[in-house]
Every structure is written in structure tokens, then in C-alpha cells.
């Protein structure tokens, strides 16, 4: 490849190096305003709320043992087994998560093979075994390998919730991940770079968005003691006291409480779309669309039960209870809504997913922006004194070929900016250390050429020989010292938390960009200058 096609692609590759940092700007404040767009901050250089959230592991437990008493019951008619009752126990705490059981009383002794046969085979989570003293009443227990699972998944349902609502707010690069110990904490680190307020956004991750569409069976009642005295002070089996949730913020007149059944209809694992509409009248809500088989078994009930009522319940509060006029399939509407933004919200909660658990605050902070900007006028008054004392070691010890490897460094610091800018990813203080790092490695890369070809000038060889011989015999050693480099930095971005990362993704892309410099960039700079000479009898290195 010649000299002129090699200075054409360098050209090139700076130009769009530079156009992807700053873009097209008409105005020296727009210039400084692409810059802050294209290059992302994290949060320790913008600013921003870094929050620490505990799942509530055990409500999953509780959910899980729930479907599962749901689903026994049903095979145990089929398969012709009485029973008096089924019910579970109620772990309040993370720590208490691993006590879920499920007692099943008043099964004959004549039917026990068969009821130890139908839970190995269609609940082959849980573990079968006598309550102690009794002959008539079994016990179920999650397996430990299930529990660990259930925890796990959990955690993972969680994250990935929490990231698809923020991600629908249009927040840019939230940091969301698992911190502490995986077997005790279930703790969620969330890092939001450039929200100072973060009370819309904790609002949107605190809301469980659990939607059922549940019977009722009694009510509306004005407290929940009307509803108890009706039933003689006991709540009946396999039901629930909820309230409607008040039409305004703090509105806490009309209180209605209602009796309805503890298993739902359709759940909003049966949704299939959300969005914000409105009704007749104008007023805001949040129209759902039921998947297949939620359809499916809503239209039966709903064909069914025509004349009686039906509560939307969000988040164990009943946002209305209508009564079904006619067979409905697919589709409902969450009414009651204050504003757009409250029906957008709810919309975007039901679309992400319901989380599995409860979660709690654990931490909170903001990071003003202010010591983002003290951080990077401390870093560029580190960094400055320590590129200029290079840049001269460079050119003292180099001379003219100093020259060379200075220009390679800042065109490898472009590059670096403009990876960042394209891939999306985030600056961070780990990050600034990554690209000094890369600085190091450029010079080293720069040092490991000339010294190779001064080697070849002392061992008599002509100057063009001796350029050709020293790229060529470096070129293997740093592509050496780059790869296992980079093998290091996945190893630190599959395992590593999130400063870690980012300090392994600046120095991949570092990395990446100082392998076209140091040996691309900087012996077209060696050729075209030794080009220009008529007689190339001595070399400045």
C-alpha cells in the first residue's frame, strides 16, 4: 500500500473520529454542547442518584407457594383425594424466605400413596412429609436447590424489570446490577448519571404494577371492620379485604372496602400490551390487551358471571370494581387515573413486567454536579502535568521521531473519545485511569519501534532497512503485549462491578486505537518523511 493511500485512510479515519465527537457545530456553544452529548459521564463526573435497593425475596416465596396451593387443589379433585384445608405460612423477612411451606390437613390414610405419587409427579419442586403427631396432615417444603433458584430468578426478574422501566423513561445509561452477597443481601445497585431528582423514577421502580382481575365476593363496605362484623369477625377462607384506592392524591373520603377472592382471574403475567387512552368523557386511563390464554380464560369467566362484579386490583389496592355486562376477551381499562403522566406511568410499569418482590430502599444518594466537575478539573490538572512530562521525555530523548510518537498518542486519544461516542458507553473517573493507561501502553508501543530500530542502525544496517526491520520485529511484541491485554480487560468486564467495567471498556478501545497508531499511523509518518528526502543517509531517533 503506498504512502498516499495510507495517508488518505488516516485522513479519513480523523475526520470521522473528530465529526462523531463534535459533530457538525454552527456556534462555539453548540460545539461544547455535542461534546457533553456525545461523550457520556458517568455518574461520578456528572452527577447524578445512586440508589441501593433490597428485593424482597420472600414474596416471591409467598406468590410461588400461592400458585402452587392453587394448582394442588386442582389435582387433587382429579384425582379423587379429600382434603380439609390448604394453606401456607407467611414469612415476613429476606431472612425467613427459606421457612415457605404449604400445610395440607384431613387427608384419609387410604389415599396417601396416591397423594405422595401425584406430588413427586406434577410438584416435583417440593418435598412431601407428616406432620409430626398427625396422620392425616402433610406438609410441603421447597427443596433447597429450588429455593436458591427461586431467589436467583427473582433477582434477575428484578434487575431486568428495574432496567426496562428506566430504560422507558429514556434515561441515559443507567447503571443497574446485583451488589453485595448474591446468598444473603439481594441487594440492586441503581446509578442514574444526571438525575438530581430522583423521586419520579423511584416512584416508577417502588410500583410492583401486580394486576389482577379478581372476583368479588362481597361489599363495598366503609371499613374494614363493616366487612368483618357481616362475616362474624372472621375474614372467610380464601379471601381478602382490599380498598379502593382514593380517586385523588390524599383523598381519603368514601372509603370502600371489599371482600374478594384470593385467586384471580388473570394476573398481569396474562398482559400482553398497556397504554394510556381516554375515556368518554376525557378523562385519563390506561387500557390493557390480554395475551391468548388470559383471554381466553377471561372471556369464560366473564361469560359466566354475567350481573356480578369484577375488581381491578393494582398492587393490592382496587382501582375499580365494575360490574360485567357481557362476555369480555382480550382487552380492559384501568380507570381513575390523575393525569397523563399517571396513565403513561402505569402504562409503562405494566408493559416492563410486573417485578416478582417487594423492594425496599436501602440507600439513597445524590451526587451533585458539582463534584463531577471537581473530579474532572482534578483529573485534567493530574493528567495535564503528566502528558506534557511524557511529551517532552519523548521529544528530548527521541527528537524528531518524538514528534512522531506524539502525534500518534493524540490521534490514538481521538480515536479513544470517538469509540466512547459511537458505542455509547460511559466515561467514568476507573475510565479516566484507562485511557492513562492507554497513554502508557502508546508510549510503550512507540519506545518498543524506535529502540528496535535503533538496534538495526547499530548493527550497520541503511536507514529505510532499519525502519522496515524495527516495525516489523516490534510488530509481533506488541501485538503480544495487546491481546493479552484485552483477554485481561473481558475477564474484568464479565466479573467486574461497574467501575471495573468501565475502566476495562476505555482500555479495550484505547487498546484498539493505539495498535492503528503506534504501527499504521506512525510508520506512514516514518515513510512519508523519509520520502521526502533525496538521500536517506541518517535518521533523527
Not at 84 to 97: G, L, Y
Request: net charge neutral; charged share 20%; aromatic share 6%.
Amino acid at each position: 500500500m503506498s504512502v498516499t493511500t495510507r495517508s488518505i485512510i488516516i485522513v479519513i479515519v480523523l475526520a470521522l473520529t473528530v465529526v462523531l465527537i463534535i459533530g457538525f457545530p454552527t456556534s462555539p456553544q453548540q460545539l461544547v454542547d455535542n461534546i457533553r452529548k456525545n461523550v457520556q459521564l458517568g455518574l461520578d463526573l456528572k452527577g447524578g442518584s445512586h440508589l441501593v435497593l433490597q428485593v424482597q425475596v420472600q414474596d416471591a416465596a409467598r406468590a410461588e407457594a400461592d400458585r402452587t396451593i392453587e394448582s394442588l387443589k386442582e389435582e387433587l379433585r382429579k384425582a379423587n383425594i379429600d382434603w380439609a384445608d390448604i394453606s401456607r405460612n407467611s414469612p415476613e423477612t429476606v431472612a425467613q424466605t427459606d421457612s415457605i411451606q404449604i400445610t395440607l390437613k384431613g387427608v384419609p390414610p387410604a389415599k396417601v400413596g396416591d397423594l405422595r405419587a401425584l406430588v413427586v409427579e406434577r410438584f416435583p419442586s417440593w418435598l412431601l412429609s407428616l406432620v409430626p403427631g398427625s396422620t392425616t396432615d402433610y406438609r410441603l417444603n421447597l427443596k433447597p436447590s429450588e429455593l436458591i433458584a427461586l431467589k436467583r430468578d427473582t433477582i434477575e426478574r428484578s434487575i431486568q424489570t428495574i432496567e426496562n422501566r428506566i430504560n422507558g423513561l429514556g434515561l441515559t445509561e443507567p447503571t443497574i446490577q446485583q451488589r453485595g452477597r448474591a446468598d444473603a443481601d439481594y441487594e440492586i445497585l441503581v446509578q442514574l448519571p444526571g438525575v438530581d431528582d430522583p423521586a419520579r423514577v423511584k416512584e416508577i421502580m417502588r410500583t410492583a404494577a401486580m394486576l389482577e382481575l379478581t372476583p368479588v365476593l362481597d361489599g363495598p363496605f366503609p371499613s374494614q371492620e363493616a366487612l368483618l362484623a357481616k362475616h362474624g369477625g372472621v375474614r372467610p377462607l380464601n379471601t381478602k379485604m382490599l380498598r379502593m384506592a382514593p380517586r385523588s392524591e390524599g383523598s381519603e373520603s368514601g372509603e370502600s372496602w371489599y371482600l374478594v377472592s384470593a385467586s384471580a382471574v388473570v394476573t398481569g403475567r396474562d398482559l400482553r400490551n398497556a397504554r394510556p387512552s381516554r375515556d368518554e368523557m376525557g378523562r385519563w386511563e390506561t387500557g390493557f390487551m390480554l395475551n391468548r390464554d388470559g383471554a381466553r380464560r377471561f372471556g369464560r369467566y366473564t361469560e359466566s358471571h354475567v350481573g356480578e362484579r369484577l375488581a381491578i386490583v393494582l398492587d393490592n389496592q382496587i382501582k375499580s370494581a365494575p360490574v360485567i355486562q357481557n362476555r369480555i376477551e382480550d382487552s380492559g381499562r384501568i380507570t381513575g387515573m390523575r393525569d397523563q403522566q399517571d396513565a403513561s406511568d402505569l402504562a409503562l410499569v405494566l408493559r416492563a413486567g410486573s417485578l416478582p418482590a417487594g423492594i425496599v430502599y436501602r440507600e439513597e444518594r445524590t451526587v451533585g454536579p458539582s463534584l463531577g466537575a471537581d473530579s474532572i478539573r482534578q483529573g485534567v490538572s493530574a493528567g495535564l502535568p503528566g502528558m506534557l512530562a511524557v511529551v517532552v521525555a519523548m521529544l528530548v530523548y527521541y527528537t524528531t521521531a518524538g514528534i512522531n510518537a506524539v502525534l500518534a498518542l493524540i490521534l490514538n486519544a481521538v480515536i479513544l473519545l470517538a469509540c466512547l461516542s459511537v458505542s455509547g458507553a460511559v466515561l467514568t473517573l476507573p475510565g479516566i485511569a484507562g485511557v492513562i493507561l492507554t497513554i502508557g501502553m502508546g508510549v510503550d508501543s512507540n519506545v518498543l519501534i524506535f529502540e528496535r530500530i535503533r538496534e538495526e542502525l547499530r548493527a550497520g544496517k541503511g536507514v529505510l532497512a532499519a525502519v522496515d526491520t524495527g516495525f516489523s520485529k516490534a510488530f509481533l511484541t506488541i501485538i503480544d503485549t495487546h491481546v493479552t491485554t484485552v483477554v485481561s480487560c473481558a475477564f474484568l468486564f464479565m466479573f467486574g462491578t461497574g467501575p471495573v467495567k468501565g475502566f476495562a471498556v476505555t482500555l479495550v478501545f484505547g487498546l484498539i486505537a493505539n495498535l492503528f497508531t503506534a504501527v499504521f499511523v506512525s510508520r506512514t509518518m516514518f515513510d512519508w518523511s523519509l520520502g521526502r528526502q533525496r538521500r536517506v543517509t541518517t535518521l533523527s531517533i
